[in-house]
C-alpha cells in the first residue's frame, strides 16, 4: 500500500546520540539558500530532486539492513559486518541532509511509496551465502559503486556553501559503501563456482538498467551559460547540479571503468554487448 513519504524526528535523548555518532551537522549553513534568487520553476524541481535524493537513501538504509541481516546469517568475518552496520547510520544521516535541504527549498515535494516494499529481495530458496552475495553486488559493487562517483561529481560541481557541505558530507561518508563490496569478493571470491558468477552478473546487470534513467532523461545542454530550459548554469550548480552533459560522461565512465571492470576482476563476467545496450544514447 502506497502512503506518503514523510519523516518524523523524535528528538531528545535519540537525537544528542545520532549528534554524537555523527557530529558537526548543525554548524552546516542552514538557512543560507535564498529561493528568490532562483527561478520558481527551478526551485520546484529542486525540491522535486532533493526529495527524490532523501527517497534514495531511505530505501538504501533499508537495503543495507537486509544486507546485514543476510552478512551475519552468511557468517561472514566480524570486522566485514561491524564495517557494513554503520553504513546505516550513515544512510539514515543523508535521508535528514537531503530532507532538510528539500525543506529549505519550501518543502519536500509530494512523493507516495510503499514502505514495504522498500529494496529488491532475494529469491528466499538460496543459501544464505548466496542471498549475501547477490544483495553486496546490488547494493555496493553496483549501487554505491556508481553513486560515489556521481555524487563526487556533484559536490565539486555545487557551488553554494550549504549544498556544496551536504554533498561533501554524503561523499566522504558513501567513499568507504563503494569500497566494501570490493572486501567482500576479496573474502567469497575463491568459494564462487562459475553458476554463481553467472547469476551476480545478472544480478549487476538488472540493477545497472535501474539506474540507466538517470543519465538517459538528460538531454539538456549549455550555451553560454544558458541551459536549453533558459536557467542560469551557475543557478543550477548552486542548488547542486551537474550539468547534464558532464553527468551522462560521469555516469558512463562509472559503468565502465568502476563497476564493470571491478566485477569481471573477480571473474563475475558481466556481457559487453549488454553493457553497450545500456549504454546506448
Wanted: overall charge negative.
Amino acid at each position: 500500500m502506497k502512503e506518503p513519504f514523510e519523516l518524523q524526528w523524535l528528538g531528545g535523548f535519540s537525537e544528542q546520540y545520532m549528534r554524537r555518532v555523527r557530529p558537526g551537522i548543525d554548524e552546516f549553513p542552514w538557512g543560507t539558500l535564498r529561493l528568490d534568487d532562483y527561478p520558481p520553476l527551478l526551485v520546484d524541481r529542486a525540491r522535486v530532486s532533493w526529495t527524490e535524493a532523501a527517497f534514495n537513501e531511505y530505501c538504501t538504509a533499508a537495503a543495507m539492513a537486509d544486507m546485514i541481516a543476510a552478512l551475519l546469517a552468511a557468517k561472514a568475518p566480524i570486522d566485514l559486518v561491524c564495517m557494513a552496520a554503520d553504513f546505516v547510520t550513515d544512510e539514515m544521516l543523508h535521508v535528514e541532509l537531503t530532507a532538510r535541504i528539500a525543506m529549505e527549498l519550501g518543502g519536500g515535494a509530494p512523493y507516495e511509496i510503499d514502505f514495504s516494499a522498500l529494496s529488491p529481495q532475494p529469491d528466499p530458496r538460496l543459501t544464505p551465502l548466496q542471498q549475501a552475495n547477490e544483495l553486496v553486488v546490488r547494493v555496493c559493487c553496483v549501487g554505491e559503486a556508481f553513486s560515489v562517483p556521481m555524487l563526487g561529481g556533484c559536490r565539486k560541481s555545487a557551488t553554494h556553501p550549504l549544498t556544496h557541505a551536504v554533498l561533501d558530507k554524503i561523499v566522504r561518508d558513501e567513499a568507504p559503501h563503494g569500497r566494501f563490496g570490493w572486501l567482500y569478493l576479496d573474502w567469497i571470491a575463491e568459494d564462487l563456482d562459475d553458476a554463481e558468477r553467472e547469476r551476480l552478473a545478472a544480478i549487476a546487470l538488472q540493477t545497472l538498467w535501474q539506474f540507466q534513467p538517470y543519465w538517459q532523461r538528460l538531454r539538456s545542454k549549455v550555451t553560454n551559460g544558458v541551459t536549453t530550459e533558459g536557467f542560469l548554469l551557475s543557478h543550477v550548480r548552486e542548488l547542486g547540479w551537474m550539468e547534464a552533459q558532464a553527468y551522462r560522461v560521469a555516469a558512463i565512465d562509472a559503468v565502465r571503468g568502476n563497476i564493470v571492470v571491478n566485477l569481471r576482476k573477480y571473474g563475475i563476467p558481466v556481457d559487453e554487448a549488454e553493457v553497450d545496450r545500456l549504454l546506448a544514447v
